[in-house]
């Protein structure tokens, strides 16, 4: 059974940077696709970055373009979110989100695992 676990979260100012991680537990890490999602209070649950077992990566154009960078490191079963510049509207809590199989979907409802989510806090 498949785990995941995000950390790295916390409260930083306008303008700099933060790396969030995504612990995957159980199941094969190399055919696993991993999404980051975030949700701010009173708004729905969108999608920031997605990166497959086989590493195509695909970016929310508006949310994560030159700024975010997601990453896997497979021998430490690991996925990373790097995010630089960061800007208030970025607050939100952060989930990293997977599925089984190498393809790529921006749409929450295709993932099947869920980690608890780690909260991001950008104010000056």
């Known amino acids: 059974q498949v785990q995941l676990a995000e950390s790295g979260g916390g409260l930083v100012q306008p303008g700099e940077s933060l790396r969030l991680s995504c612990a995957v537990s159980g199941g094969t890490f190399g055919t696993l696709t991993v999404a980051w999602f975030r949700q701010a209070p009173g708004k729905e649950r969108e999608y920031v970055a997605v990166?497959?077992?086989?590493?195509?990566?695909?970016y929310s154009i508006d949310r994560a373009k030159d700024r975010f960078t997601i990453a896997r490191d497979n021998t430490k079963r690991m996925v990373y979110l790097q995010m630089n510049s960061l800007e208030p509207e970025d607050t939100a809590k952060y989930y990293c989100a997977g599925r089984p199989g190498n393809v790529a979907t921006a749409n929450a409802s295709g993932y099947g695992i869920w980690g608890q989510g780690t909260q991001v806090t950008v104010a000056s």
């Open positions: 990166m497959t077992g086989s590493g195509a990566t695909m």
